[in-house]
């Protein structure tokens, strides 16, 4: 009767160990849409960056499932540029993506998959109006100046010109994403560590 008393608390034992190992497995898990709070390590551009560039993150605050950490923070996110796209000397805002294809807990790595981040330019359209409006008021005034009425309209035709050089030699600007700035990764597929 001692022995089996023995044995049904060992026996109770070990189940509940099993119980508790599993439920722990079953917290170290996050789903897709998860979001990773994290912030660049490396600085990309698109006047620099080209696609497959190596990027590096660090999360910032711990993710959690339930009570329970699956993500500390620190850990390291490891993935790539993209998409890279230069700004147009007429037309077309830059743009600059990347995404995360590892992450690094606590020295072990594992596979992820993550929706890509982004980012485009600013509009440089309403700059170049004003540029080539300016320079066309400009040479108006000059023109005025130098030859009446005629001389204006001269003056305009010659002031737009050299402003719409000046639009035709300059590209818009560029996205740069600093290291240390801040993102909300999200993953793409549930993610499983052991």
């Given amino acids: 009767m001692t022995h089996t008393r023995v044995w049904t ?7 509940t160990a099993l119980l508790a190992n599993e439920a722990l497995a079953a917290t170290r898990s996050l789903p897709a849409e998860t979001v990773i709070p994290a912030a660049l390590e490396t600085t990309i551009s698109s ?9 590096i993150a660090k999360v910032r605050t711990d993710v959690r499932s339930g009570d329970a ?3 500390p923070a620190g850990s390291e996110l490891r993935g ?3 998409t890279v796209r230069r700004p147009g000397k007429v037309k077309g805002k830059s743009y600059l993506s990347f995404k995360f294809d590892e992450l690094v807990v606590n020295g072990k790595t594992y596979p992820i998959a993550t929706h890509t981040n982004g980012m485009e330019g600013h509009d440089a359209h309403k700059k170049d109006a004003a540029t ?5 008021a400009a040479g108006a005034v000059v023109g005025a100046l130098v030859d009446g009425g005629s001389g204006a309209a001269k003056g305009a035709a010659v002031g737009g010109a050299a402003g719409t050089g000046v639009v035709l030699a300059t590209r818009g600007p560029d996205v740069t994403l600093s290291a240390g700035s801040q993102w909300r990764v999200r993953l793409l597929k549930p993610l499983a560590l052991d």
């Fill in 9 to 15: 608390h060992a026996l109770l034992g070990v189940a």
């Fill in 69 to 71: 950490v699956v993500i």
């Fill in 80 to 82: 790539h540029v993209v």
């Fill in 132 to 136: 080539i409006g300016g320079g066309a």
């Fill in 47 to 55: 006047a620099t960056s080209h696609p497959e560039d190596k990027v």
